[in-house]
């Protein structure tokens, strides 16, 4: 496993703490996407249904018992413990406008016909637009708690290292995952204007990062 990869994996395990700790903290899960945490969740457990069946290392089935777990404790408290505090109002993106293109793609684009191989695509897939009911949100209501950007800032830096994870790989191993570059990079994309504001108003001190309301 190469630097870029591990950070990565850091990136994304911080900032699922962050968010979890956000909501424990404060008893609440205002201005937090409930449908964006469940297509999350929804990603994670299509990709690591090999959990019991194929062993890669130690590291590789504790991240995945991890990520499963979290994604979980995350759902359960946004629609569960904190469910009072949760803002369906403006939690109200289309989520079938991203299953439907997605689970198309799973069976046109794959490396095999087969339930695991098919699963696994479609988790790639869904993981470069999970994000987008959260933006949408974010956009909806004009601004974003700073603990929930830094939420974004860490998924998106997850992304852009894995990115890197990617061509290093290429160009020590001649290793390319077409399915996971090129959706990998979709995602990044989503994140581009984020970043911007991420650094300009929410790293000069906001307490809140407002948005562009939407026409």
Not at 33 to 61: C, E, H, M, W
Not at 69 to 84: H, K
Request: aromatic share 18%; with cysteine.
């Amino acid at each position: 496993m190469n630097v870029f990869r591990l950070a990565g994996d850091v990136s994304h395990l911080v900032a699922i703490v962050i968010l979890l700790g956000k909501i424990w903290k404060s008893k609440s899960c205002a201005g937090i996407s409930g449908k964006s945490q469940v297509l999350f969740a929804l990603v994670f457990s299509t990709r690591y249904l090999d959990l019991f069946t194929v062993f890669i290392s130690p590291y590789n089935t504790v991240m995945k018992v991890v990520f499963l777990a979290l994604s979980y404790a995350t759902v359960y408290m946004i629609y569960m413990r904190f469910r009072s505090s949760y803002d369906c109002e403006n939690d109200t993106f289309r989520v079938e406008f991203l299953l439907v293109p997605v689970i198309g793609l799973s069976f046109l684009e794959n490396y095999a016909l087969t339930p695991l191989e098919i699963l696994w695509t479609f988790s790639i897939f869904l993981e470069s637009v999970a994000i987008m009911p959260q933006l949408f949100m974010i956009t909806k209501t004009g601004e974003a708690e700073s603990i929930t950007t830094h939420y974004l800032f860490f998924l998106g830096l997850y992304r852009a290292l894995y990115i890197a994870n990617w061509v290093w790989r290429y160009h020590t191993e001649g290793f390319f995952d077409q399915i996971a570059v090129v959706s990998g990079v979709v995602q990044t994309i989503f994140y581009c204007d984020f970043f911007y504001l991420y650094v300009t108003k929410v790293l000069r001190g906001r307490a809140k990062m407002s948005l562009p309301m939407p026409i």
